[in-house]
């Protein structure tokens, strides 16, 4: 929008990456790697938590452990006093290795194995999340008279990475559920949503919260008695285009959510993506510049980092990295830049190309910025022999 709060905005994420440049300057790396600086973690928590009153009475943060299952960030947030959102039997377990309380994690997959239920329910876990008769039933069974919020689908998400209609009930089906459970001998004690991850600017947030609004009044003129509003995840990086800060943005979330809900008594947020991308940087290497002929008019620059091996959201193009190399001030032009796998899918960005140097050559070192969320998560252990993405945490 304004290029001056670009700038700002962009110049505040250098100078907070110090130290990760400075680490990335003194050394050498033999594979891709993602340097993290914890530092950074707990600051985000601490701009995250202002904003929404984590200690005055406002949403507790449940970070979401998928985003960067790191042991050190697990430590660092624990140690902030975070609970955790867990989708498996291990993050769980690791979550309980760092030194989490079981009471602050909650079992927020819809779609659990039986066995983790059971596992988790004995680690003294209470709370989980369920969109589907079957799966309650699962909980009862394994997890009685446990705690359970039910996700709810929302519509038109305005989000850079919706998360589509794969989790949620419809919000026609949400009161049949909450009965259900009731019925089950299980405590339902609220609703969860997600807005849709990478939700730019708050304001985005106020049409889902109108649809969740009208079904949470709904169950309790029913006679629920909800007391639990889980808003999911959905806070913003910085990847080159303007954001609101952390706090202001997290703010103006409570206030969207107070003037729909009133009074809730337990609000919880599950920061994934908005806690942890800007905390770490890539470093990465360029293998191959080339043109298909002499005369082509598109540039290919290969990395040795692709989708399989960290950048997966770079599918469909939606999420957009943003790149330093040591030739910055050199002229740039349009480049389509892919991964390192024999697999044709492994193409970045080629619908939108991106800007390089002219000068960039193999061997040339290549910096992504804000990837520490979805990144070392989604790596596959190896495919094509190419290496998982190492990571470090300074
Ligand atoms: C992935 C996920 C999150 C985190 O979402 P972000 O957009 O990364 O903050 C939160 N809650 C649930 C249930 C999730 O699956």
Request: with cysteine.
């Amino acid at each position: 929008m304004n290029a001056y709060v670009t700038d700002f905005v962009g110049a505040v994420a250098d100078a907070r990456a110090r130290n990760i440049d400075a680490f990335i300057a003194a050394n050498t790396f033999d594979r891709p790697t993602l340097v993290i600086d914890s530092a950074l973690v707990a600051e985000q928590y601490d701009a995250l938590a202002r904003g929404l009153g984590t200690d005055n009475g406002g949403a507790r943060i449940h970070y979401a452990v998928k985003a960067n299952p790191a042991r050190e960030i697990i430590e660092v947030l624990v140690g902030k006093g975070s609970r955790f959102d867990a989708a498996s039997r291990g993050e769980i377990e690791l979550c309980l290795s760092q030194g989490a309380a079981p009471e602050h994690i909650s079992f927020g997959n819809t779609v659990k194995r039986p066995s983790d239920i059971a596992f988790a329910f004995n680690a003294g876990i209470d709370l989980f999340a369920a969109d589907a008769e079957e799966e309650l039933a699962k909980i009862a069974e394994h997890a009685p008279g446990a705690r359970v919020y039910i996700r709810v689908i929302v519509e038109n998400s305005e989000a850079d990475w919706p998360l589509s209609r794969k989790f949620g009930c419809a919000t026609t089906h949400v009161l049949s559920l909450l009965g259900y459970a009731r019925d089950l001998g299980l405590r339902p004690v609220g609703l969860s949503f997600h807005v849709g991850s990478q939700t730019k600017r708050a304001a985005m947030w106020t049409g889902t919260l109108d649809q969740v609004a009208a079904i949470w009044h709904a169950a309790q003129d029913a006679g629920f008695g909800l007391t639990l509003l889980n808003i999911g995840g959905g806070f913003p990086a910085f990847y080159g285009e303007e954001i609101e800060h952390p706090t202001t943005y997290a703010a103006a979330v409570m206030e969207l959510i107070r003037a729909r809900f009133g009074e809730v008594p337990e609000i919880m947020a599950e920061p994934g993506r908005g806690m942890v991308a800007e905390t770490g940087k890539i470093v990465a290497e360029v293998l191959l510049v080339s043109k298909k002929s002499p005369n082509d008019l598109h540039r290919w620059v290969y990395l040795d980092i692709g989708k399989f091996s960290g950048l997966a959201e770079t599918m469909d193009e939606a999420i957009r990295y943003q790149f330093q190399t040591a030739r910055d001030h050199e002229e740039t032009g349009a480049c389509i830049l892919a991964g390192p796998s024999c697999d044709s899918a492994d193409v970045l960005y080629e619908h939108r190309p991106v800007q390089l140097p002219v000068g960039l050559k193999a061997g040339d070192r290549i910096v992504i910025r804000a990837c520490g969320a979805y990144t070392s998560s989604y790596s596959s252990v190896g495919f094509n022999g190419f290496p998982p993405l190492d990571v470090v945490v300074l």
